[in-house]
């Protein structure tokens, strides 16, 4: 046997596979995904929160309304969990497009999305399923390099 005939191929299948990953890795890193992440979920709670609004912050009755008799939150009164809602859908969002304290804005709309899947839709697990993945990577790997919070170096 020659040693040409009995050498493995220098660029198996896997080979490739695994050097094209290697690419996208580097292309695609946590930075670029942070931001991603950061954009994506804020929208979706920022338009909810200006649903709820006129104008900057006034909240109007169809919103005190909802959290009479849909929403329906044990222990906080449909008044304040009205203004709580509009608040952290208007400016947590904003935070975490900005990047600025990312895992604690994160936190924040998981709690938020805890509480609209346990309290309000049970059925819409799916969803939050998927808003809960996003957030969850956010506060595990922060804001990335494309955030006030890596200028402040805050971690």
């Given at each position: ?22 690419r996208v890795?580097?292309l695609v ?127």
């Amino acid at each position: 046997m020659d040693s040409l005939t009995s050498a493995a191929p220098p660029y198996t299948l896997r080979d490739r596979w695994n050097a094209l990953a290697t690419r996208v890795e580097a292309l695609v890193g946590h930075s670029f995904l942070a931001l991603v992440s950061r954009v994506s979920i804020a929208a979706i709670f920022f338009q909810s929160g200006r649903t709820k609004v006129d104008g900057f912050l006034t909240i109007t009755e169809g919103t005190y309304e909802l959290f009479r008799t849909e929403y329906k939150l044990p222990l906080i009164p449909p008044e304040i969990a009205a203004h709580m809602s509009a608040y952290v859908e208007t400016f947590v969002p904003m935070f975490l497009v900005l990047g600025l304290c990312t895992r604690l804005s994160a936190t924040v709309l998981l709690g938020m999305t805890t509480i609209i899947e346990i309290f309000v839709y049970p059925d819409a697990w799916p969803t939050h399923l998927s808003w809960a993945a996003i957030l969850l990577y956010l506060i595990a790997r922060g804001g990335g390099r494309l955030s006030i919070d890596q200028w402040l170096r805050i971690r």
